[in-house]
């Protein structure tokens, strides 16, 4: 089966410029999630979605990223204005079907602000 | 916070088991432990989960102790492929199976 993709794999913006990462998830995969993560650090949840609802969102900065997930499939992460922290790699995973309690994760985007 | 504690590195001979190590002192009676990996420039990957009894499959061995405190991951015959962040992980299965990653054990195999 295909995995998720996600893109861009690469993304160079100045600070306070906005940015856009897509996701496509495994087919049937009814769960996505959105993770950040830092050099040398651990991912970290930024935003769970069960279909196209919010399961949770505790950890995503609201006054800057976004998060949407249309038709419970393919999902955007926003930033809007950026700063110089939030480089780090954004990854999407996902879960779902006979495999429910395993997530499966894409390449990620690399983000660097300057 | 993560809910697990790992050390931050070690070293293993190609050919050699790898043993890795995880302390989960607060693990709740409902949460599972996880493992994955992630290797450089790619997302985490999949390893073997648990609750209490060990398990087995064509990666690798989880050994859980009884009082399921700490656990084990064993890599068999590791490889120079297998080095990589290894990330222990405890999550409930009920209500959102949410992952709270710590900093992992960066394994480097060596030739």
């Known amino acids: 089966e295909a995995g998720v993709a996600q893109s861009p794999r690469y993304k160079i913006i100045e600070k306070r410029q906005s940015v856009a990462f897509w996701c496509n998830p495994i087919?049937?995969?009814?769960?996505l999630y959105w993770y950040q993560q830092i050099l040398g650090q651990g991912p970290k949840l930024l935003i769970q979605?069960?279909?196209?609802?919010?399961?949770?969102d505790s950890q995503l900065p609201k006054d800057r990223f976004s998060a949407e997930r249309l038709k419970g499939v393919d999902s955007t992460l926003k930033i809007q204005p950026a700063k110089l922290e939030d480089s780090a790699v954004y990854l999407c995973?996902?879960?779902?079907?006979?495999?429910?309690?395993?997530?499966?994760f894409g390449p990620g985007t690399r983000l660097t602000v300057l | 916070d993560a809910k697990t504690t790992q050390p931050p590195s070690m070293d293993c001979a190609e050919g050699r088991a790898a043993n890795l190590p995880c302390n989960h002192s607060?693990?709740?009676?409902?949460?599972?432990v996880y493992w994955y990996r992630q290797i450089h420039s790619q997302g985490p990957q999949y390893i073997i989960h648990?609750?209490?009894n060990n398990e087995t499959n064509e990666m690798a061995s989880l050994i859980i102790t009884e009082d399921r405190k700490s656990s084990t991951l064993i890599l068999p015959h590791a490889t120079l492929r297998d080095t990589a962040v290894y990330y222990c992980?405890?999550?409930?299965?009920?209500?959102?199976?949410?992952?709270?990653f710590g900093t992992g054990t960066r394994l480097k195999v060596l030739a």
């Open positions: 995973a996902s879960s779902g079907g006979p495999s429910y309690n395993e997530q499966f």
């Open positions: 087919s049937g995969h009814a769960t």
């Open positions: 979605f069960q279909n196209n609802g919010v399961v949770d």
């Open positions: 607060t693990i709740s009676g409902n949460e599972y």
């Open positions: 648990g609750l209490k």
């Open positions: 992980i405890v999550s409930s299965q009920a209500g959102t199976y949410k992952y709270i």
